[in-house]
């Protein structure tokens, strides 16, 4: 080849480069307007979710159906894409990331059960993608603490999976502080929680690799796991076919056999561990909030304490320490902190997997058992030593606090007359009177009216009504101390009026009045259960009235009227009227 043609075919290189990047440009264009056509749409879905407002009682409009159908869409694009993942596109992959990303965060702020659905899934695909250090990373705050997670059994088990293969992909298993024969245990043994039959192939590949705990039980589950992984590898003809088949069916009775002799009840089992200490405490645990739920748990921590001489170490969010804070029988741990080691006590309540909130979806409407006892039962204490107890809701307010407390109302201006206060809105808003904004004006006429609510947003406002919107929860709740009667829908400060003895005037619809108010001492009733025979239908905000067909307002409600609250109050106010 001549000089000159060299020099030809070197100038020709540029066009020719340039030429096939507009080609590749123009194909990755057309491949992402038909392949991503569908990412484009969930985007959009996303969008459209982050700029919903939120009900008039200051609460996300979104729905958690709403967040599961983003994840479902996720996972779509995942199964239609496999093969773009698996070469890492960056084009899909990054994008990806990103949406399943900010969605988790986003939805973790609202509705955590549907968040960690989001996770697994992430999880799932950076393992398709061989990443298994990103998938450790991501899961060790929830799979290191399984007490963490909320109401869901099936992502405790899911989240430890991929935990446990992400390991086995680094090699670094036998490094992980989980004993993962404790851990199918404690699953198998948890309410509704997975078979022993189902629980011993799933635990297998994680048993096999590490070293067996002492003792017969846990010997046995390690054997039928190796034999298990070894019996289940493929093999070809009629024969040896059907002779794998019986042999894997025999070491799963194996495997259900060696679970089944470890269940024990949930409380006398650790998830990670074989033995629990039985010199030592109670652990209770509670991933989420729920003011009204944690006041009602406080008559079944105080029993337990009373039972064992000691305080409870209650695990929950730091920042609903203010409902028990000064309560001698509770310990407080933040239950985002260090993993607790639950081996070092001798029971263990986790009620991050809400025992009422299962009763009650599994008995609607026939819902018997009220919270107080419900919450009870689940960390140990019968009926009987209940009532022994008390039902009643011990509050602690300190010096502190009152005095804190005092000083906001003087500020507030209200005192001159008799202070009321009112809860206008629950979190879930077919619990809420169409009216209230017109029953807060009315008793604003004859009494000075604190309105308890993390937003005055929509209410009435003016000379003797003040909101606590914007201040920390403890001053809220010691403020329940200084009214001397409190009007609410059933929700939180329901429950802290009755631990002050405060006289309650309290309208109930959809939920069951008399359940709900079972540990109140000075509680007024206004209900239709008489003029309804629909009440109490314990619908929840995803299923609409049957009367109506809404999903929002609930006749029930609606026809309570104003007037009946006014004289509801005044009679609560009467001396011993409501004692």
Not at 123 to 129: G, H, P, S
Not at 142 to 147: E, Q, V
Not at 418 to 437: M, N
Request: hydrophobic share 45%.
């Amino acid at each position: 080849m001549t000089s000159a043609m060299m020099s030809a075919e070197f100038t020709l290189d540029e066009p020719v480069a340039e030429t096939r990047d507009l080609l590749g440009d123009f194909f990755a264009a057309f491949l992402d307007e038909s392949a991503f056509g569908e990412f484009r749409k969930i985007e959009r879905l996303f969008a459209a979710l982050q700029e919903q407002g939120t009900t008039r009682s200051g609460y996300p409009l979104i729905r958690p159906a709403d967040c599961g159908q983003m994840t479902r869409s996720l996972e779509e694009i995942f199964q239609q894409s496999q093969p773009r993942f698996r070469a890492a596109d960056p084009r899909l992959t990054d994008r990806f990331e990103t949406l399943i990303a900010n969605f988790h965060e986003f939805c973790r702020n609202i509705y955590p059960t549907e968040a960690v659905g989001a996770l697994i899934l992430h999880c799932r695909v950076l393992l398709f993608m061989n990443r298994p250090e990103q998938v450790v990373a991501l899961a060790s705050p929830l799979a290191l603490r399984p007490y963490a997670v909320i109401d869901n059994i099936g992502h405790c088990h899911d989240l430890v999976r991929l935990f446990g293969q992400a390991h086995l992909m680094l090699g670094t298993l036998a490094q992980v502080p989980i004993s993962f024969i404790a851990f199918g245990a404690w699953l198998s043994s948890l309410p509704k929680g997975p078979s022993v039959l189902s629980i011993g192939p799933a635990m297998a590949p994680f048993v096999s690799r590490q070293q067996s705990a002492q003792g017969f039980r846990a010997a046995l589950i390690a054997f039928a796991s190796i034999r298990y992984l070894r019996a289940a590898r493929e093999h070809r003809g009629v024969l040896p076919n059907l002779l794998q088949r019986l042999r894997l069916g025999m070491l799963r009775l194996m495997l259900a056999a060696g679970y089944f002799l470890l269940k024990t009840a949930p409380a006398k089992r650790a998830p990670f561990s074989l033995k629990m200490n039985p010199a030592g405490g109670v652990l209770v645990t509670r991933a989420m909030g729920g003011i009204g739920d944690l006041l009602m748990m406080i008559p079944g921590l105080e029993a337990i304490s009373a039972a064992t001489g000691r305080p409870v170490d209650f695990a929950l969010p730091r920042k609903f320490f203010a409902v028990l804070k000064d309560n001698p029988h509770v310990r407080l741990i933040d239950i985002d902190g260090p993993p607790i080691d639950v081996s070092q006590y001798r029971r263990f309540a986790n009620l991050s997997i809400c025992p009422a909130g299962c009763y009650e979806s599994s008995k609607r409407p026939n819902v018997k058992r009220g919270r107080v006892e419900l919450f009870a039962r689940a960390i140990g204490v019968s009926r009987e030593r209940l009532i022994a107890q008390g039902w009643h809701i011990n509050q602690y307010i300190g010096p502190e606090l009152q005095a804190r407390a005092k000083q906001f109302l003087e500020q507030a201006g209200l005192g001159e007359r008799r202070l009321i206060g009112l809860q206008p809105y629950s979190r879930d808003s077919y619990k809420d009177h169409p009216e209230i904004e017109a029953i807060t004006t009315a008793l604003a006429r004859d009494y000075d009216v604190l309105v308890f609510h993390h937003t005055d947003k929509g209410l009435p406002s003016g000379a003797g009504i003040a909101s606590t919107a914007g201040l920390p929860l403890d001053l809220s709740l010691a403020l329940v101390q200084q009214i001397e009667a409190m009007v609410c829908v059933d929700s939180a400060f329901l429950h802290a009026a009755a631990a002050h003895d405060i006289p309650v005037v309290a309208l109930f619809g959809p939920t069951d009045a008399r359940t709900f108010t079972r540990h109140h001492n000075r509680v007024e009733i206004l209900w239709k259960q008489q003029e309804m025979g629909c009440v109490p239908c314990w619908r929840n905000e995803d299923l609409p009235c049957r009367i109506t067909g809404l999903l929002a307002v609930s006749p029930c409600m609606a026809a309570i009227q104003i007037g009946e609250v006014r004289q509801a109050v005044s009679r609560a106010l009467e001396p011993g009227r409501l004692s």
